[in-house]
């Protein structure tokens, strides 16, 4: 059992940066960690994974503005979000599956936090 604790939303301005934090009782590293994010009246999608061997990947919609990253000795995954959209505006929950699932799927998670709000406005 994995339990993940998110931190970090917010309200800001478009244009604007946060950095989201997810604190795991197990090793990260262990695990393939994403972040996803469900905004109102959608579907929860895909945002950005690290595998256990460091590979990332993205959500075309935040390439080149979010950035997923691992702190080992924390047991801490981060999202850095820059260049914020309103469109972004979404619950954003960090999920972590077993090794070997891709990683881009809802479905392959088996542990996930509570989510937290992120509000970006125009």
């Known amino acids: 059992q994995v339990q993940l604790v998110e931190s970090g939303g917010g309200l800001v301005q478009a244009g604007g940066s946060l950095r989201l934090s997810c604190a795991a009782s197990?090793?990260?590293?262990?695990?393939?960690m994403g972040w996803f994010r469900q905004g109102p009246g959608k579907e929860r999608e895909f945002v950005a994974r690290i595998l256990s061997d460091g590979r990332l990947s993205y959500a075309d919609s935040v390439k080149g503005r979010f950035t997923i990253s691992r702190d080992d000795a924390k047991n801490t995954v981060y999202l850095q979000m820059n260049s914020l959209k309103p469109e972004d505006t979404a619950v954003y929950s960090c999920?972590?599956?077993?090794?070997?699932?891709?990683?881009?799927?809802?479905?392959?998670?088996?542990?996930w936090g509570q989510g937290t709000q992120v509000t970006v406005s125009s």
């Open positions: 999920a972590a599956a077993n090794p070997g699932f891709v990683g881009i799927r809802p479905h392959e998670y088996l542990y």
């Open positions: 197990g090793r990260v590293s262990s695990y393939v």
